[in-house]
């Protein structure tokens, strides 16, 4: 899970943003929306995460920041040796030419040579992973990079590695000897020292590879549109996520019964079977709602799963708001989420903060000279329990509406 995430001169966010989940320690337990940091831990985090405000506030810009970690640490390595880290500044005068910096708290092993040996009863602990870019000759490349982590032997933060440009010193619990050498031939200024030692086989770069790859998000650069074909090839291909989106098509009552893959010349083909019609409904003639929510199932489902964070952009584009509260308490839910896995998302139907506790509640606000604040309802003074978010929200008490007139 994660539990911080910090950002600093990326895109229209200028000044450091830090978006700190821990719930304070004397809110009552609700077990349903919080769950421990990491395993054992006495802090606790939201397992939603909802951010609200007007049309390019920076909400996407906030989900942006985390698939970019998830990407450089997974796949940085396969970009051409002068290609551009996609990690793009302010463009104002004053901080194109400042770092960009991206860091996140989360949830791994406290032992990572037991984890490695394959012992799925590991302790957890918190670790803490930073990357800070900086303009050079035109491109973006990585000026420092480091990870640490807490180990149960430890009281303070323990180094696994620090890198400042391509120079790498690593502790030994990183198990680091014996890929030094190579790693100094190798490691280029546009990618991840992860990313990197992944290529050697290097098990604890392995191990946190994996881990970025328990993001699944439909937002890079810009948001991503499955297309039908794949959409459909790929339910084709995961006869369980198909038994498990025909269940939920009938819980979010879209009138569907079941939707069903057949093998045709050209591919697979999706039909859908209605209350009250005699002939199945080819996915061409489906409701852009309905095709919007099989697009995005497939990246909630796999976090369910697996455990992870689904970060959604727009999840509410095209779907009912009635249903954007029964996909949340698929989250709340331990059967379905027997692992905590996390919803990070940007929003704008607002009517969905009453279903929201404050500590999930986050909004974006652009100042007049553009730049994004991220604060969370929680850091908003005499919020109450009890009170109407929706109509405060509307009201403009909390900000980050949209300024008209």
């Known amino acids: 899970m994660l539990s911080h995430l910090e950002i600093e001169n990326y895109m229209s966010i200028?000044?450091?943003?830090?978006?700190?989940l821990r719930v304070a320690a004397n809110v009552d337990d609700t077990p349903e929306r919080f769950a421990p940091a990491w395993r054992g831990a006495k802090e606790r985090i939201p397992k939603v995460v909802a951010f609200f405000g007007p049309n390019a506030s920076g909400k996407s810009t906030v989900l942006r920041a985390l698939a970019l970690l998830r990407w450089f640490t997974q796949h940085s390595f396969q970009l051409a040796p002068d290609a551009v880290i996609p990690a793009e500044p302010s463009w104002t005068a004053e901080h194109s030419a400042r770092p960009t910096r991206i860091a996140v708290y989360f949830s791994g092993p406290a032992d990572i040579a037991a984890a490695i040996g394959?012992?799925?009863e590991v302790e957890e602990c918190r670790y803490f992973y930073e990357v800070q870019f900086q303009s050079l000759n035109q491109r973006r490349v990585?000026?420092?990079?480091?990870?640490?982590?807490?180990?149960?032997?430890?009281?303070?933060?323990?180094?696994?590695?620090?890198?400042?440009?391509?120079?790498?010193?690593?502790?030994?619990?990183?198990?680091?000897?014996g890929h030094g050498s190579v790693l100094k031939k190798i490691l280029r200024d546009n990618a991840s020292v992860v990313a990197t030692l992944a290529q050697l086989e290097h098990k604890p770069a392995l191990m946190l590879r994996n881990a970025a790859a328990q993001i699944f998000s439909n937002i890079f650069i810009e948001k991503t549109v499955i297309d039908d074909s794949t959409m459909v090839r790929l339910y084709h291909e995961n006869p369980g996520m198909l038994s498990s989106v025909n269940k939920d098509l009938t819980r979010i009552d879209l009138g569907i019964r079941s939707m069903s893959v057949t093998l045709a010349n050209d591919g697979p083909k999706a039909l859908f079977e209605h209350e009250g019609l005699v002939r199945p409904v080819p996915l061409q003639l489906e409701s852009h709602g309905t095709r919007q929510f099989l697009q995005i199932y497939p990246l909630i489902a796999v976090a369910l799963e697996q455990g992870g964070v689904a970060v959604i952009d727009e999840l509410d584009l095209a779907i009912h708001p009635l249903v954007l509260p029964e996909i949340l308490r698929w989250f709340y839910d331990p059967e379905r989420n027997p692992h905590d896995a996390q919803l990070w998302i940007s929003c704008q139907s607002v009517s969905l903060l009453e279903s929201l506790a404050k500590e999930e509640i986050y909004f974006c606000e652009?100042?007049?000279?553009?730049?994004?604040?991220v604060y969370g309802l929680s850091n908003i003074q005499g919020v109450r329990r009890v009170d109407n978010y929706y109509r405060k929200y509307m009201g403009g008490v909390y900000g980050a509406v949209p300024n008209l007139g």
Do not use: C, H, M
């Open 366 to 373: 652009k100042d007049k000279d553009g730049a994004t604040t």
């Open 14 to 20: 200028r000044d450091a943003q830090i978006i700190d």
């Open 118 to 120: 394959g012992n799925a």
């Open 142 to 177: 990585v000026l420092a990079e480091s990870l640490f982590y807490w180990p149960a032997s430890s009281t303070r933060k323990v180094r696994l590695f620090e890198r400042k440009q391509s120079d790498v010193v690593a502790g030994k619990d990183f198990q680091f000897s």
